[in-house]
């Protein structure tokens, strides 16, 4: 069984940092994308950021230059460095895996392409 365990969110000020994990247990594919997602209640699920299991990555406009994706295969996990956070950044986030290596052109896709999710981790920023 596939699971995905998202950790590493908190509160935080305007302007600091995070470091999300995602862990992945009952993992055997060889080609992949992680994305990560976030989403405030409400409001629509929005794709922030991929990488794949080559070391692809892609960013939404919103965090690129911000936030980073970085994957550490021996320990099954993907991180999401949130750097120079804004108040409009709080929000559930979760990782997500496809087990289908789409063309980067395609990136992120749309959410149900996804196939497995975490349950979230929640961010706060403070003003």
């Known amino acids: 069984e596939v699971r995905l365990v998202e950790s590493g969110g908190g509160q935080v000020a305007a302007g600091g940092s995070l470091r999300l994990s995602c862990a992945a247990s009952?993992?055997?594919?060889?080609?992949?994308?992680i994305g990560w997602f976030r989403q405030v209640p409400g409001k629509e699920l929005e794709a922030i950021s991929c990488?794949?299991?080559?070391?692809?990555?892609w960013y939404a406009d919103s965090v690129k230059g911000r936030f980073t994706v970085s994957s550490e295969k021996a320990k099954n996990t993907v991180y999401l460095e949130l750097n120079g956070l804004k108040p409009e950044d709080a929000a559930l986030y979760y990782c997500?895996?496809?087990?289908?290596?789409?063309?980067?052109?395609?990136?992120?896709?749309?959410?149900?392409?996804?196939?497995?999710w975490g349950q979230g981790t929640g961010v706060i920023v403070s003003s």
């Open positions: 997500a895996v496809d087990n289908e290596l789409r063309d980067a052109g395609t990136w992120p896709g749309e959410w149900w392409q996804y196939d497995y």
């Open positions: 009952g993992f055997t594919f060889n080609e992949y994308i």
């Open positions: 990488i794949s299991s080559n070391g692809d990555t």
